[in-house]
């Protein structure tokens, strides 16, 4: 069965960092397309980074900059660094595998990220 399962979440002050992580114990990790998306109350789920399986990169423009997504192929995990947080990124995170050519995705169950001060 697979497991997506995140970790890292918490409460931090306007101005910190957080590391979120994200364990999916898929086959074939490499050729999965990871992604970290955000709930906030009363909103859609956005997503937030994703790191294709060929290494590219891509970010929603409200955190350009200040959040780093990276993959780890050799231990199946996929992080978010996340940099001079703001309280509007307060969200509950997901991580998200899938894997288009083979109609897979997968979802983590969250983890709740609060900037307060």
């Known amino acids: 069965q697979v497991q997506v399962v995140e970790s890292g979440g918490g409460l931090v002050q306007p101005g910190g960092s957080l590391r979120l992580s994200c364990a999916a114990s898929?086959?074939?990790?490499?050729?999965?397309?990871m992604a970290w998306y955000r709930q906030a109350p009363g909103k859609q789920r956005e997503l937030v980074a994703a790191?294709?399986?060929?290494?590219?990169?891509n970010y929603a423009d409200a955190v350009k900059g200040r959040f780093t997504i990276s993959r780890d192929s050799a231990k199946n995990t996929v992080n978010l660094q996340m940099n001079s947080l703001k309280p509007e990124d307060t969200a509950v995170y997901y991580c998200?595998?899938?894997?288009?050519?083979?109609?897979?995705?997968?979802w983590g169950q969250g983890t709740q990220v609060t900037v307060s001060s």
């Open positions: 998200n595998a899938q894997r288009i050519a083979m109609g897979r995705t997968y």
């Open positions: 898929v086959s074939m990790f490499s050729l999965y397309d």
């Open positions: 790191v294709s399986a060929g290494g590219r990169t």
